[in-house]
């Protein structure tokens, strides 16, 4: 069994910054790529940022620029560094991650309970 924890969410002003942090745990061998999405109230859940495990990164426009995801594969972490928030960021915030549980597998599709941030003054 695999799990992700997220934590770092919460109320923050417009302009401020926040960091997520994702903890993954369980029987991992290896971690493919790993990232975040976002879903707000009545919107579907959408990517907010991938890295791989060569360290390649991709992120929505709308967070270039404002969000850095980076991860730490000694400690199975993955974070997300946003600054300059806006209110349109407020949304619950999903860590995503591909892990392999051994040698022979591919790898599946994992997430977060999701952790909820509010831009807002």
């Known amino acids: 069994q695999v799990q992700l924890v997220e934590s770092g969410g919460g109320l923050v002003r417009p302009g401020g910054s926040l960091r997520l942090s994702c903890a993954a745990s369980?029987?991992?061998?290896?971690?493919?790529?790993v990232g975040w999405y976002r879903q707000a109230a009545g919107k579907q859940r959408e990517l907010v940022a991938l890295?791989?495990?060569?360290?390649?990164?991709s992120y929505a426009d709308s967070v270039k620029g404002r969000f850095t995801v980076s991860r730490d594969d000694a400690k199975n972490m993955v974070y997300l560094e946003m600054n300059s928030l806006k209110p349109e960021d407020t949304a619950v915030y999903y860590c995503?991650?591909?892990?392999?549980?051994?040698?022979?597998?591919?790898?599946?599709?994992?997430w977060g309970q999701g952790t909820l941030v509010t831009v807002s003054s």
């Open positions: 995503y991650a591909d892990i392999r549980t051994s040698f022979w597998h591919t790898g599946s599709e994992y």
């Open positions: 369980g029987s991992i061998y290896l971690i493919n790529a």
């Open positions: 890295i791989t495990s060569g360290g390649t990164t």
